[in-house]
Protein backbone atom coordinates (compact mmCIF):
# COMPACT_ATOMS: atom_id res chain seq x y z
CA UNK A 1 0.00 0.00 0.00
CA UNK A 2 2.02 2.90 -1.45
CA UNK A 3 -0.08 5.35 1.10
CA UNK A 4 1.21 3.91 3.65
CA UNK A 5 4.82 6.28 3.94
CA UNK A 6 3.04 9.34 3.58
CA UNK A 7 0.28 8.51 5.79
CA UNK A 8 3.13 7.58 8.42
CA UNK A 9 4.85 10.75 7.98
CA UNK A 10 2.06 13.05 8.53
CA UNK A 11 1.06 10.81 11.63
CA UNK A 12 4.08 11.75 12.72
CA UNK A 13 4.41 15.61 12.61
CA UNK A 14 0.83 15.57 13.76
CA UNK A 15 1.96 12.71 17.20
CA UNK A 16 5.24 14.06 17.77
CA UNK A 17 6.39 10.21 19.06
CA UNK A 18 5.98 6.89 17.10
CA UNK A 19 3.86 5.31 19.05
CA UNK A 20 1.36 7.39 18.78
CA UNK A 21 1.79 7.90 15.39
CA UNK A 22 1.81 4.02 14.92
CA UNK A 23 -2.02 3.67 16.62
CA UNK A 24 -2.68 6.78 14.52
CA UNK A 25 -2.06 5.56 11.36
CA UNK A 26 -3.30 2.01 12.05
CA UNK A 27 -6.75 3.67 13.48
CA UNK A 28 -7.40 5.20 10.01
CA UNK A 29 -6.04 2.27 8.07
CA UNK A 30 -9.10 0.61 10.05
CA UNK A 31 -11.67 2.79 9.97
CA UNK A 32 -10.78 3.42 5.72
CA UNK A 33 -11.29 -0.19 5.38
CA UNK A 34 -14.65 -0.47 7.66
CA UNK A 35 -15.87 2.62 5.61
CA UNK A 36 -14.94 2.33 1.87
CA UNK A 37 -18.12 1.90 0.93
CA UNK A 38 -18.12 5.85 1.44
CA UNK A 39 -14.98 6.54 -0.69
CA UNK A 40 -16.23 7.37 -4.21
CA UNK A 41 -14.01 6.02 -6.84
CA UNK A 42 -11.73 7.86 -8.91
CA UNK A 43 -12.23 10.90 -6.33
CA UNK A 44 -9.12 11.73 -4.83
CA UNK A 45 -7.68 8.28 -2.43
CA UNK A 46 -5.48 10.13 -0.51
CA UNK A 47 -7.28 13.39 0.41
CA UNK A 48 -9.89 10.67 1.69
CA UNK A 49 -7.47 8.95 3.68
CA UNK A 50 -5.95 12.34 5.16
CA UNK A 51 -9.09 13.36 6.06
CA UNK A 52 -9.88 10.18 7.86
CA UNK A 53 -6.46 10.51 9.68
CA UNK A 54 -7.08 14.32 10.42
CA UNK A 55 -10.58 12.97 12.63
CA UNK A 56 -9.39 10.50 14.03
CA UNK A 57 -6.26 12.48 15.15
CA UNK A 58 -8.99 15.34 16.64
CA UNK A 59 -11.05 12.84 18.33
CA UNK A 60 -8.17 11.30 19.75
CA UNK A 61 -7.07 14.96 21.36
CA UNK A 62 -10.40 15.70 22.31
CA UNK A 63 -10.98 12.53 24.59
CA UNK A 64 -7.13 12.98 25.94
CA UNK A 65 -7.80 16.82 26.24
CA UNK A 66 -4.20 17.38 25.65
CA UNK A 67 -4.36 20.11 23.87
CA UNK A 68 -7.13 22.69 22.99
CA UNK A 69 -8.78 21.85 19.97
CA UNK A 70 -9.94 25.61 19.33
CA UNK A 71 -6.43 26.23 17.25
CA UNK A 72 -8.89 28.93 15.50
CA UNK A 73 -8.21 31.37 18.43
CA UNK A 74 -6.65 34.69 17.76
CA UNK A 75 -4.57 34.24 20.36
CA UNK A 76 -3.18 31.26 19.71
CA UNK A 77 -2.34 32.72 16.26
CA UNK A 78 -1.33 35.94 17.86
CA UNK A 79 0.46 34.53 20.51
CA UNK A 80 3.10 32.65 18.17
CA UNK A 81 2.99 35.46 15.71
CA UNK A 82 4.74 37.26 18.45
CA UNK A 83 7.22 34.69 19.82
CA UNK A 84 8.38 34.54 16.31
CA UNK A 85 9.05 38.01 15.89
CA UNK A 86 11.32 38.15 18.77
CA UNK A 87 13.60 35.76 17.47
CA UNK A 88 13.34 37.14 13.86
CA UNK A 89 15.95 39.65 14.51
CA UNK A 90 19.01 37.64 13.93
CA UNK A 91 20.49 36.97 10.35
CA UNK A 92 17.71 38.84 8.09
CA UNK A 93 20.13 39.06 5.50
CA UNK A 94 21.34 35.11 5.02
CA UNK A 95 20.74 34.36 0.93
CA UNK A 96 18.32 31.37 0.57
CA UNK A 97 20.49 29.32 -0.79
CA UNK A 98 22.47 29.40 2.20
CA UNK A 99 19.47 28.36 4.08
CA UNK A 100 18.63 25.37 1.56
CA UNK A 101 22.16 24.36 1.95
CA UNK A 102 22.74 24.65 5.42
CA UNK A 103 19.20 23.34 6.92
CA UNK A 104 19.38 18.91 6.76
CA UNK A 105 15.80 17.37 6.83
CA UNK A 106 16.83 16.82 10.62
CA UNK A 107 16.69 20.64 11.35
CA UNK A 108 13.01 21.03 9.33
CA UNK A 109 11.43 18.25 10.95
CA UNK A 110 12.59 19.34 14.51
CA UNK A 111 11.23 23.15 13.30
CA UNK A 112 8.28 21.93 12.27
CA UNK A 113 7.45 19.69 15.74
CA UNK A 114 8.30 23.11 18.05
CA UNK A 115 5.57 25.00 15.84
CA UNK A 116 1.88 24.97 17.57
CA UNK A 117 -0.25 22.16 15.67
CA UNK A 118 -2.17 24.31 13.59
CA UNK A 119 0.24 25.71 12.07
CA UNK A 120 2.62 22.32 11.53
CA UNK A 121 -0.54 20.79 10.11
CA UNK A 122 -1.07 23.81 7.64
CA UNK A 123 2.87 24.00 6.04
CA UNK A 124 2.97 19.69 5.77
CA UNK A 125 -0.01 19.43 4.05
CA UNK A 126 0.71 22.55 1.72
CA UNK A 127 4.65 22.14 0.98
CA UNK A 128 5.19 18.51 1.74
CA UNK A 129 1.89 16.76 0.73
CA UNK A 130 1.01 19.31 -1.71
CA UNK A 131 -2.93 19.50 -0.91
CA UNK A 132 -4.81 22.20 -2.73
CA UNK A 133 -5.99 24.93 -0.20
CA UNK A 134 -9.87 23.73 -1.03
CA UNK A 135 -8.45 20.13 -0.30
CA UNK A 136 -7.15 21.20 3.17
CA UNK A 137 -9.92 23.26 3.88
CA UNK A 138 -12.24 19.84 3.69
CA UNK A 139 -9.64 17.55 5.62
CA UNK A 140 -9.69 20.66 8.33
CA UNK A 141 -13.23 21.09 8.48
CA UNK A 142 -12.35 25.22 8.62
CA UNK A 143 -12.86 28.05 6.03
CA UNK A 144 -10.22 28.14 2.38
CA UNK A 145 -9.38 31.72 4.54
CA UNK A 146 -8.10 30.33 7.45
CA UNK A 147 -6.14 27.53 5.87
CA UNK A 148 -4.64 30.58 4.09
CA UNK A 149 -4.36 32.54 6.92
CA UNK A 150 -2.40 28.91 8.91
CA UNK A 151 0.11 28.39 6.06
CA UNK A 152 1.49 32.05 5.59
CA UNK A 153 1.84 32.05 9.50
CA UNK A 154 3.56 28.45 9.78
CA UNK A 155 5.60 29.30 6.56
CA UNK A 156 7.02 32.62 7.89
CA UNK A 157 7.38 30.15 11.80
CA UNK A 158 9.31 27.82 10.31
CA UNK A 159 11.40 30.33 8.56
CA UNK A 160 12.34 32.25 11.40
CA UNK A 161 13.04 29.01 13.23
CA UNK A 162 15.49 27.62 10.83
CA UNK A 163 17.40 30.53 10.65
CA UNK A 164 17.52 30.68 13.66
CA UNK A 165 18.82 27.19 13.59
CA UNK A 166 21.47 27.98 11.09
CA UNK A 167 23.08 30.50 12.99
CA UNK A 168 23.38 28.43 16.29
CA UNK B 1 -0.30 47.78 8.95
CA UNK B 2 -4.67 48.40 8.52
CA UNK B 3 -3.65 48.46 4.51
CA UNK B 4 -0.83 46.21 4.82
CA UNK B 5 -3.40 43.45 6.09
CA UNK B 6 -5.02 43.41 2.78
CA UNK B 7 -2.43 42.48 1.05
CA UNK B 8 -0.89 39.87 3.94
CA UNK B 9 -4.25 37.85 3.46
CA UNK B 10 -3.23 37.47 -0.02
CA UNK B 11 0.65 36.72 0.25
CA UNK B 12 0.18 32.66 0.58
CA UNK B 13 -1.45 32.97 -2.77
CA UNK B 14 0.99 34.82 -3.85
CA UNK B 15 4.18 32.73 -2.85
CA UNK B 16 2.58 29.91 -4.66
CA UNK B 17 1.60 31.42 -7.75
CA UNK B 18 -2.02 31.45 -7.99
CA UNK B 19 -2.93 34.82 -8.14
CA UNK B 20 -4.39 36.31 -11.40
CA UNK B 21 -1.96 38.89 -13.18
CA UNK B 22 -2.95 42.14 -12.36
CA UNK B 23 -3.25 40.94 -8.45
CA UNK B 24 -0.02 39.55 -8.88
CA UNK B 25 1.48 43.35 -10.42
CA UNK B 26 -0.38 44.91 -7.38
CA UNK B 27 0.84 43.20 -4.60
CA UNK B 28 4.44 43.35 -6.29
CA UNK B 29 3.80 46.90 -5.95
CA UNK B 30 3.01 47.05 -1.98
CA UNK B 31 5.84 44.74 -1.61
CA UNK B 32 8.66 46.91 -3.42
CA UNK B 33 7.40 49.96 -1.20
CA UNK B 34 6.79 48.42 1.94
CA UNK B 35 9.80 46.46 3.84
CA UNK B 36 7.84 44.40 6.43
CA UNK B 37 5.39 42.88 3.94
CA UNK B 38 8.50 42.06 1.53
CA UNK B 39 9.91 40.64 4.61
CA UNK B 40 7.11 38.70 5.25
CA UNK B 41 7.37 37.59 1.48
CA UNK B 42 10.72 36.62 1.49
CA UNK B 43 9.82 34.23 4.76
CA UNK B 44 7.13 32.32 3.01
CA UNK B 45 9.12 31.58 -0.09
CA UNK B 46 11.74 30.53 2.01
CA UNK B 47 10.03 27.82 4.06
CA UNK B 48 8.45 26.84 1.21
CA UNK B 49 11.09 26.25 -1.15
CA UNK B 50 13.46 24.01 2.07
CA UNK B 51 9.96 22.00 2.43
CA UNK B 52 9.63 21.90 -1.37
CA UNK B 53 13.08 20.52 -1.78
CA UNK B 54 12.71 18.05 0.99
CA UNK B 55 8.88 16.88 0.40
CA UNK B 56 10.17 13.34 -1.36
CA UNK B 57 12.61 12.81 1.75
CA UNK B 58 10.05 13.87 4.20
CA UNK B 59 6.81 12.06 2.99
CA UNK B 60 8.52 8.91 2.82
CA UNK B 61 8.71 8.04 6.01
CA UNK B 62 10.30 4.56 6.47
CA UNK B 63 7.23 2.46 8.33
CA UNK B 64 8.37 0.39 10.89
CA UNK B 65 7.53 -3.21 9.84
CA UNK B 66 5.27 -4.38 12.81
CA UNK B 67 2.89 -1.41 11.57
CA UNK B 68 3.08 -2.43 7.83
CA UNK B 69 2.38 -6.09 8.74
CA UNK B 70 -0.99 -5.00 10.88
CA UNK B 71 -2.22 -3.04 8.29
CA UNK B 72 -1.44 -5.83 5.75
CA UNK B 73 -3.21 -8.44 8.08
CA UNK B 74 -6.04 -6.08 8.26
CA UNK B 75 -6.60 -5.94 4.35
CA UNK B 76 -6.02 -9.79 4.17
CA UNK B 77 -9.12 -9.91 6.90
CA UNK B 78 -11.18 -7.29 4.81
CA UNK B 79 -10.70 -9.54 1.49
CA UNK B 80 -11.54 -13.18 3.17
Known amino acids: MRLLEPLYATAMRLTRNRA???????????????FEDRFTPGTNLKAWLFTILHNTWKNRLRGAAREPVDV????????????????????????ERILLRSTLDADV??????????FRQAVWLRDVEEFSYAEMAEMLGV????????ISRGRRMLARKLRGATHG | MGDCRRFLDRLTAYVDGLLPPEERAE???????????????????IARIVLRARAVRLRNAAVPPGLRSRCDASLRGRKR
Open chain 1, 20 to 34: DAEDLVQDTFVKALR
Open chain 1, 72 to 95: DSERVEEASAQAGATDGSVGVETP
Open chain 1, 109 to 118: KAALDDMPEA
Open chain 1, 143 to 150: PVGTVMSR
Open chain 2, 27 to 45: IEQHLAACPPCQDCASDEQ
